[in-house]
């Protein structure tokens, strides 16, 4: 068997075989045969169940450079232990942040969700209604001041985007004073142990709010807009990976999966707040609908109340195990036993 196929297997939890040994008398091959053959037995026996179930399609990617600002939709992405990267582009790698470092979301700032990006050439181009286009460099200068940000609590650092980034957002919110920051590799991400210390998975994440990659079927959101007067996008709920081919809220029984050679692990299920009221299309916060009618039919069970507290559940959290790359229209595989 090459390399490849070893590969794969390993990648199943299972072994390729190996060469039998020239040099063992017959008596003593055969006692090692019983021996390696009792191990393998007890090892094996449970790995021999698992397999792989298809329970989708990817139908869309989404990278949202700029946190709470609009994302993008790519036709392929590498799949980093830090979320979704599409060339310069990479999910959550730049922040709004006050003066005195706190980020600024969609949660204090609606008209964020205004903003588009788009790379050219070398560059990120940014476009909010009545404003001329922000230009800015893949890359900050590396003498622009690294600052030190608080996202939900925990600190992280930023490079400055420069000073005319950060007018361009002051003179687009028109609220107060605000800078743009981009995390870089070298920086340390925020840990998963102290966004949800309950989570067994070692990871960290830049700016997105819990894990790298959050997934949602097109099922789940077809169900909720059957019980909404007016219908939502997928836009309000920001996920990186669609799923197609699924029951409606079949994500929340997935725990290991394999798309394309990317392999992810459930975190926890994403607890929806007010940021899903902001419309996309206009950047107004209703603070109602669909949080209201999500509350009414998806709060979590009451013994997991101090993980989600009130909060409905809509999405799914996954942590990267394997990077790689994947595609819109990879088969979604769920490991089971």
Known sequence: MGAAGSSALARLGLSAPQPRPRCLGVAALGLAAVALGAVAWRRARPRRRRRLQQVGTVAELWIYPVKSCKGVSVKAAQCTALGLRSGHLRDRFWLVIKEDGHMVTARQEPRLVLVSTT??????????????QLVLPSKPHSSNKIHDCRVFGLDIQGRDCGDEAAQWFTNFLKTEAFRLVQFEKNMKGRPSSKIFPSVVQNYQVAYPDCSPIMILSEASLADLNTRLEKKVKMDNFRPNIVVAGSNAFEEDTWGELFIGDVEM???????????????????VMSREEPLETLKSYRLCDPSEKPIYQSCPLFGIYYSVEKIG????????YQMVQ
């Open 119 to 132: 790379c050219e050439d070398d560059c990120l181009i940014l476009r909010a209604p009545g404003m001329d």
């Open 325 to 332: 790359s994947l595609k819109v229209g990879d088969p979604v």
């Open 265 to 283: 692990k459930k975190v926890l299920a994403c607890p929806r707040c007010i940021m899903t009221t902001v419309d996309p299309d206009t950047g």
